[in-house]
C-alpha cells in the first residue's frame, strides 16, 4: 500500500482480494485506480494496477467470445422466417401453432432462453420458423435477425411496434409481417379499430389468436407469400401420375440447369434434354434445354444419356 493511503483505497483493495469473480476483481480495481493518492511516489503503483485492469479485462472479454462460440448455431433454411417481441408477446405459441413443435410456455416472462426451431408446411414447402428469446434478453441475437427473410414482429399494443421495429431495422432486404396477437381479448369494436389503424399506418400484418386460432391460417398464407421464390415440380420420365408432391424451390429467373443442380450436384451435366409443362412453356411437353427459364408451378421431365 502506498504511503498515506486513504481509507476508500484500503477498502477497494480489500474488496479485490476478497472477490470471488474476475468482474468483482475489475470492479475493484476501477475503485483503487480512483481513490488512490496522487503523489509521485505511488506512480509504479499506478503503473501496476493499471497494467493489472488492463490483463484482467483482456481475460474477461476473452472469456465472453469463448462462451459466445459455444452457443449452438443455427443452419439457415432455405425459407427462414423470424419471430421478434418482447417477452410474454405469445411468440413461442405462435411457433407451436405454425408448427406443431413443443417449446415451453409459461406465464411469467424470459422463458425463451436460447433460438427455438420448428417446421412450417405450406403448399408443399418447408418453412424454417425460429424463435428468438425476447429483445430484452441477454440471448437475443441480432444476427439471426439480420439474416433473416422474413420478420414475424409480434405485439401485443399497438405502442409495442417502434421499440420491435427498431430491433429489426438493419435487415432491409426482409419482409416484415406485424403480428398483433392475443386477438381473443378484445370485442369485435377493439379489433375494428386496431385493424384500422395497422391499415392507416399500411403495415403488413396478421390479426391472431393463438387460443381460438382466429387468424392463423391466413398467417401462413401471408408468411408463405413474403419470400419470393418459385415452386417446380419434377416427375420421372414416361410415368403420367409419378409427380413429386416436395417441389424444388429456387429463385426467380432460375434455369432448367439450377433444378437439376438442386436434385443432386453435378446432375445437370447428365442431363440430355427435359421436357416442361406449365407457365414458362408453350404447349405440354415441350422439349428445351437447360438453359430454359422456369416459372412457378412449372413441371419438368429430364431426360439423361
Known amino acids: 500500500m502506498p504511503i498515506n493511503a486513504n481509507f476508500e483505497f484500503a477498502n477497494a483493495q480489500e474488496k479485490y482480494y476478497s472477490a470471488s469473480t474476475d468482474e468483482e476483481k475489475l470492479e475493484a480495481l476501477e475503485e483503487m485506480l480512483r481513490t488512490m493518492p496522487s503523489h509521485k511516489g505511488a506512480e509504479n503503483l499506478r503503473k501496476n494496477l493499471r497494467t493489472r485492469y488492463k490483463k484482467l479485462k483482456q481475460e474477461i472479454e476473452k472469456s465472453k467470445k469463448r462462451k459466445g462460440s459455444g452457443k449452438s448455431g443455427i443452419k439457415k433454411g432455405e425459407m427462414q422466417a423470424v419471430l421478434v417481441g418482447l417477452t410474454n408477446s405469445g411468440k413461442s ?19 425463451t432462453t436460447s433460438p427455438e426451431i420448428g417446421i412450417l408446411n405450406y ?27 422474413t420478420l414475424l414482429m409480434v ?55 393463438t387460443f381460438t386460432k382466429e387468424g392463423v391460417e391466413d398467417l401462413k398464407e401471408k408468411i408463405f407469400k413474403s419470400f419470393k421464390i418459385i415452386r417446380v415440380y419434377t ?3 414416361g410415368k403420367r401420375e409419378k409427380l413429386d408432391n416436395v417441389p424444388v424451390v429456387l429463385q426467380p429467373n432460375s434455369t432448367l440447369q439450377d433444378v437439376a443442380e438442386k436434385i443432386l450436384h453435378g446432375y445437370s451435366k447428365k442431363v440430355k434434354y427435359a421436357k416442361i409443362t406449365g407457365p414458362s412453356c408453350k404447349f405440354p411437353n415441350q ?18 444419356e
Open 235 to 237: 416427375k420421372h420420365p
Open 155 to 209: 405485439i401485443e399494443k399497438i405502442h409495442e411496434i417502434p421499440a420491435v421495429m427498431e430491433q429489426t431495422r438493419q435487415n432491409k432486404k426482409a419482409e416484415k409481417i406485424i403480428i398483433f396477437n392475443k386477438m381473443d381479448l378484445y370485442d369485435e369494436e377493439i379489433k375494428r379499430k386496431i385493424k384500422e389503424t395497422l391499415r392507416s399506418k399500411k403495415y403488413n400484418f396478421s390479426m391472431i389468436s
Open 123 to 149: 403448399a408443399n414447402c418447408n418453412i424454417q420458423i425460429v424463435d428468438l428469446p425476447p429483445i430484452a434478453s441477454e440471448s437475443f441475437d441480432k444476427g439471426i435477425v439480420n439474416s433473416a427473410d
Open 287 to 304: 422439349k428445351v434445354g437447360l438453359k430454359h427459364i422456369v416459372q412457378d408451378k412449372d413441371i419438368v421431365e429430364f431426360f439423361t
Open 93 to 111: 405459441s405462435i411457433l407451436k401453432i405454425l408448427t406443431n413443435t413443443q417449446p415451453k410456455i409459461a406465464s411469467y416472462g424470459f422463458t
